[in-house]
């Protein structure tokens, strides 16, 4: 409800401190009476609050759960984000943010699910995404580039989501060509960079995004043990995925207007500075087979770059990338 947001908010912009029953209820606009009764809907809904006598209440810890407004107050961004839609279960935000995207939502709108029955990976593969653990998002944008360029938008978004992570902990994570973010050689994060276009005119890009934040290694299958990790597993610690979700919006929208305005570029440059598959020995599975050698670079649209041993550079547009 409206009052919840306003409620919420009111928290928000005391920053952790207290805020008192008056100033709250001049804040909604409503009684006393009133507030104590929205607060112990608060508490119902599994926050815990502090109450001290003439300070007023300050939020000590938020439930396990994001929503709209979780990801809402407190969000930093001009566009993105601004319109979110929330569903507890959902088959894949890919499939929601198509429809959404068909329909005309506007450029920022993100779909955001707590738990995906089908989440997808590239090549019909999955994506495991239980529920109360991960970030299961699907944004949409509406850039004015050739079709050809928009491989560069999955770059760009492990950009801002490795900026994200190193903002907020200690970790730091590595990038695999093309769409794999690793944390001490496993992945915790994969991208999935989808498009409606038509001729060469992008109508939308829809950028999906699986980032695994509190599981812990037996939360995962085993056939993911050895290869997936989480944020939660590599810090030792319990983090809140709605700030995940606000601070990689707000490194996409400040990436995002410097390559509408400068081009792949300097994005490129920063995406060099966290990628461990460059100046390596590996194989690049495609669809059309593999290519052994070594990876001398990306190019200026973001395909890869691989010297064989005769010499020759090929051309890399989509492939599994395994490390020698
Ligand atoms: P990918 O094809 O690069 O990676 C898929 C592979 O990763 C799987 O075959 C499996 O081996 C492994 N894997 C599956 N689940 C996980 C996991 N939770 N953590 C680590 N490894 C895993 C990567 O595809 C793109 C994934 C995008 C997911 C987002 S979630 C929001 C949006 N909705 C949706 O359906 N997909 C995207």
Redesign the pocket.
Same mark, same amino acid.
């Given at each position: 409800s409206e009052l919840r947001t306003k409620l919420l908010e009111a928290f928000s912009n005391a920053e952790g401190e207290f805020v008192s029953g008056q100033k709250i209820s001049e804040y909604i606009g409503c009684s006393r009476t009133a507030v104590w009764k929205h607060i112990e809907e608060l508490r119902k809904d599994g926050y815990e609050l502090e109450a001290v006598r003439r300070l007023g209440y300050r939020i000590t810890k938020k439930p396990n759960k994001i929503s709209s407004n979780e990801i809402q107050i407190g969000l930093k961004t001009k566009t993105l984000g601004r319109h979110v839609h929330f569903e507890e279960t =959902?088959? +894949?935000? *890919?499939?929601i943010?198509q429809t959404l995207a068909g329909n005309g939502a506007p450029e920022g709108t993100i779909?955001v699910?707590d738990q *995906?029955t089908?989440?997808?990976?590239?090549?019909a593969?999955?994506?495991? +995404?239980?529920s109360g653990t991960?970030?299961?998002?699907?944004l949409i944008i509406r850039p004015n580039i050739p079709v050809h360029s928009t491989p560069q938008l999955t770059l760009l978004t492990a950009v801002a989501i490795v900026q994200a992570i190193e903002e907020l902990t200690p970790v730091k994570p590595d990038i695999k060509w093309p769409?794999?973010i690793l944390i001490n050689g496993?992945? =915790? =994060?994969?991208?999935?960079t989808e498009l409606q276009a038509e001729a060469d005119q992008v109508h939308s890009v829809i950028i999906?995004?699986?980032?695994?934040v509190n *599981?812990k290694v037996e939360d995962?299958p085993e056939?993911?043990q050895q290869?997936?990790? +989480?944020i939660g597993i590599e810090t030792g610690k319990h983090w809140e995925r709605a700030l995940f979700i606000q601070t990689i919006l707000l490194k996409f929208e400040g990436l995002y207007s410097l390559y509408l305005s400068q081009g792949f570029h300097p994005i490129k440059l920063l995406w060099e500075g966290y990628a461990i598959s460059l100046n390596k020995k590996m194989v690049a599975r495609t669809l059309n087979g593999s290519v052994e050698g070594k990876a001398i670079g990306i190019d200026h649209n973001g395909v890869l770059l691989i010297e064989t041993s005769d010499g020759s550079i090929k051309e890399i547009y989509s492939a599994?990338i395994e490390l020698k």
């Open positions: =959902v088959t +894949s935000t *890919q499939k943010a779909v699910a *995906q089908n989440g997808r990976g590239r090549m593969r999955e994506w495991y +995404s239980p991960g970030i299961w998002m699907s769409n794999d496993k992945k =915790v =994060v994969g991208i999935l999906g995004t699986g980032i695994n *599981q995962f056939e993911l290869i997936a990790t +989480s599994d």
